[in-house]
């Protein structure tokens, strides 16, 4: 893994918007909902991997930028426009 650029994100303090104009938000943990996605619907071991590290993660933590690339296409292709969001302002808060 490519470990020059890490992110920090924080799947047990997980806040989404709960309507598109984002004016409310609900906070709460996403491990386990995440760590699903990848384990059920991605092959490979770097899916394996990475589900386990989100499910077991305790507040942040870092993700390599393979990780987060494999995170965002699995967010993009499974997950709610509301939780795709959530991740974006993650990523994007630094």
Do not use: W
């Not at 996403?30 to 386990?52: C, D, K, M, P, T």
């Not at 942040?60 to 969001?85: G, M, T, W």
């Amino acid at each position: 893994m490519n470990n020059r650029n890490m992110k920090k994100l924080n799947f047990q303090q997980f806040s989404l918007p709960t309507g598109i104009k984002k004016e409310q938000r609900v906070t709460g943990d996403a491990r386990e909902s995440i760590a699903n996605v990848l384990y059920l619907n991605v092959n490979g071991i770097r899916a394996h991997h990475l589900a386990f590290k989100i499910f077991e993660s305790e507040g942040e933590q870092d993700y390599a930028d393979d990780e987060i690339e494999l995170l965002e296409d699995v967010v993009n292709r499974y997950c709610l426009p509301n939780f795709i969001d959530g991740l974006k302002e993650q990523l994007n808060k630094e």
